[in-house]
């Protein structure tokens, strides 16, 4: 063999061993998936062309938008669904970052909340983990029902709507026998009064049975055990002491009256007395002039006709008119002990009341 044949096959030998030599760098560098690699470097390579395109949001539009990302789902299936929904302009681009930023196998099946105004990066990385889905929801001492399902539907964050909240939790719907029994809730009775009022955090899976046993179970937790046992002991059902601490509740402006006002309730009970309740009669009329609340006149005491009129019917009414909270329904277990059978509001405008034994002083607290 001649010297050039000779330094031929050196040079070929040195080609194939730099070859041999990159290939296992780039296999070392690749951790084992060069293909990964390369498209990962090429997907690094067009972000790095496109980087305002990346950060800019699509719109400023702020209302949430419910998005579910299916188990199995590739980042080019949920890119392209997400480029559908109107919350990126470019679906190719998408991939592209999460390839990049090793989110590609980091995206996680669920129910997420996303906007308009968030950017891919921030839009990529919510999609990550779908527990942080989350949202709150209030409900107000003294809401009535009715009040919680127009609220259910003026919150977008709800995938239900709040005639799907009141088949579960209006009158007639079946609801857990143990419940029933805790609070003596009558046969087809709705759960008015017992949807606790408090600030919840709710999963974006949130279901209307899953909303009506969050209410309830608070509503155990803040009763518990002592309070249902006193109430027992005074020969009193849970439920006709949130009937009570619901008319309470709505009555009283300023909390620490409350148990002086469940004295004055119980006191016209124990003495066979009409209750003369004015939330009682708002409760019957129901929504009027746009508030689920409105304002009486004395017309209104003897022309509503309904059996939740304390100014026309002994006792109690036939249920709770509201949520009360906590301090409404340990008032109406404990009230004060007070010889009052009236109060009316005070004319200094606080919010407390004249207390009064007799009518005559009664009438002499008026404004």
Not at 34 to 54: C, E, G, N
Not at 325 to 333: H, K, P, V
Request: with cysteine; proline share 7%; charged share 20%.
């Amino acid at each position: 063999m001649n010297r050039f044949a000779r330094a031929i096959i050196a040079v070929i030998a040195l080609l194939i061993a730099g070859a041999l030599i990159c290939v296992g760098a780039v296999f070392v560098i690749s951790e084992g998936d060069p293909v990964d690699f390369f498209q990962t470097t090429l997907a690094q390579i067009r972000l790095a062309m496109r980087r305002d395109d990346l950060n800019r949001s699509i719109g400023t539009d702020d209302t949430p938008i419910r998005f579910t990302v299916e188990p199995g789902d590739t980042p080019r299936t949920i890119a392209r669904r997400l480029a559908a929904d109107g919350l990126i302009i470019d679906a190719d681009l998408f991939v592209d970052y999460v390839r990049a930023n090793d989110l590609d196998r980091e995206l996680e099946a669920g129910v997420y909340f996303l906007y308009r105004t968030q950017n891919i990066p921030a839009m990529a990385h919510a999609l990550t983990d779908s527990r942080s889905s989350q949202f709150p929801f209030r409900i107000l001492e003294g809401w009535r029902l009715e009040e919680i399902v127009d609220v259910i539907d003026q919150n977008p964050f709800f995938g239900f709507s709040g005639e799907d909240f009141l088949r579960v939790a209006g009158p007639g719907a079946p609801q857990d026998p143990d419940f029933v029994q805790f609070v003596g809730l009558p046969e087809g009775a709705s759960l008015e009064g017992f949807l606790y009022p408090d600030t919840y955090q709710l999963p974006a899976t949130v279901t209307p049975e899953m909303l009506r046993d969050t209410l309830i179970q608070q509503f155990i937790a803040e009763v518990g055990s002592e309070l249902h046992a006193q109430a027992a002991a005074q020969n009193m059902t849970l439920y006709e002491a949130v009937t009570l601490a619901s008319i309470i509740q709505r009555e009283a402006v300023r909390p620490d009256e409350q148990p002086r006002i469940a004295s004055v309730y119980r006191n016209r009970l124990r003495a066979g007395m009409k209750l003369d309740a004015d939330p009682t009669v708002q409760y019957a009329i129901g929504h009027e002039n746009g508030t689920w609340w409105p304002q009486i006149t004395q017309d209104d005491y003897t022309t509503t006709l309904s059996p939740y009129n304390t100014y026309l019917n002994t006792g109690l009414p036939p249920g709770p008119i509201a949520s009360p909270g906590i301090t409404a329904i340990r008032a109406a277990i404990n009230p004060e002990t007070t010889p009052y059978l009236y109060f009316r509001a005070r004319c200094d405008g606080s919010g407390y009341h004249n207390f009064a034994v007799t009518y005559e002083e009664h009438l002499a607290n008026g404004c």
